[in-house]
């Protein structure tokens, strides 16, 4: 598979008509999601985190699964004002009266630069299983993999961060939480060999980041792949809505608008002057 390639199938527009979907009915009286009933099986009998890998893979987790789901989504909730939370703040001063839209405003920003960069990394990481599967060792295929993203023009991502220059101090939190609960610890082996090669094929010293380490865990446990980004949404959502709650009582949206536009450099053309002008 090549770096970061899709993996979802074709969608044949027109071929099917029949929507399906194995999620959830309702009829007058019930509610059933995923073969259970929603009032007598799930609410009050099951924590969000269970009902969240519920949903997502059709089937209950382990204990083990479900308690290394709930460390990725604690540790990625909330940052501090980061990226997402501003846009998000500063759309709410705009526009206080549309909650949903100050949250999606920093959802938008959740790609593979900063907050949703652990589906890549996990794309990563499976490339690197493949090639250890395919018969090299586990440090000649994280080798291969480095260099193949690089020689692509991508970063790689789950490595590096703007403040935490050492290893991210959730990286290890998560990975005692994985090896607590008993999880697969064979994607935090391989993001660990992914650390220890970069410097010679990068040049740099960059240590694992929470995008890393979330699909290092995550990827040892029932969860897919191709749910990866929603953790980052999920989590992030639960931090955003407590800053517009912070934001409505005590507003910094405007202030961030007044620090970022306070020492901007204007680079472009001056106006041409108008003929006749004095
Ligand atoms: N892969 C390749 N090169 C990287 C890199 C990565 N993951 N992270 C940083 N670098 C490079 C930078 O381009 C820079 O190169 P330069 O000196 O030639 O300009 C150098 O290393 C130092 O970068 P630094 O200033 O420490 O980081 P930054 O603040 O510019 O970037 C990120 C921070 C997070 C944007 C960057 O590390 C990155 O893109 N990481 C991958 C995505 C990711 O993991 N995001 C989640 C963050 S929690």
Not at 46 to 62: A, H, K, N, Q
Not at 94 to 115: E, H, K, T
Not at 140 to 158: D, E, F, N, S, Y
Not at 166 to 190: H, K, N, Q, W, Y
């Amino acid at each position: 598979m090549s770096a970061g390639a899709p993996t979802a199938s074709i969608n044949k527009i027109g071929k099917s008509t029949v929507p399906r979907t194995a999620i959830c009915t309702s009829d007058e009286h019930s509610i059933t999601v995923r073969g259970e009933d929603l009032c007598r099986d799930l609410i009050g009998q099951i924590s969000f985190t269970d009902y969240f890998s519920l949903l997502v893979t059709g089937e209950r987790p382990t204990r083990a699964d479900a308690a290394v789901l709930d460390a990725t989504l604690v540790a990625i909730a909330e940052h501090g004002l980061v990226p997402s939370v501003q846009a998000s703040r500063m759309t709410y001063a705009a526009a206080p009266d549309a909650l949903q839209g100050a949250v999606a405003a920093g959802i938008l920003g959740c790609g593979s630069v900063i907050l949703g960069a652990s589906e890549t990394a996990g794309r990563l990481f499976t490339e690197v299983d493949e090639e250890a599967k395919a018969g090299a060792d586990l440090e000649a295929a994280a080798r291969t993999v480095v260099a193949r993203w690089r020689a692509a023009g991508k970063p790689i991502p789950g490595y590096g961060h703007p403040l935490h220059k050492d290893r991210d101090p959730r990286v290890a939190r998560l990975f005692a939480v994985a090896l607590e609960a008993g999880t697969s610890l064979r994607f935090v082996e391989i993001a660990e060999m992914v650390e220890q090669v970069i410097p010679e094929i990068v040049g740099k010293e960059l240590r694992l980041n929470v995008s890393a380490a979330i699909p290092a865990v995550l990827l040892g446990t029932s969860f897919p792949l191709r749910g990866l980004r929603g953790v980052p949404i999920l989590a992030r959502t639960a931090g955003l809505i407590a800053h517009l709650c912070e934001e409505a009582v005590t507003p910094s949206g405007f202030a961030l608008s007044y620090q970022a536009t306070r020492e901007v450099i204007y680079e472009g053309k001056p106006a041409a002057a108008k003929e006749g002008a004095a």
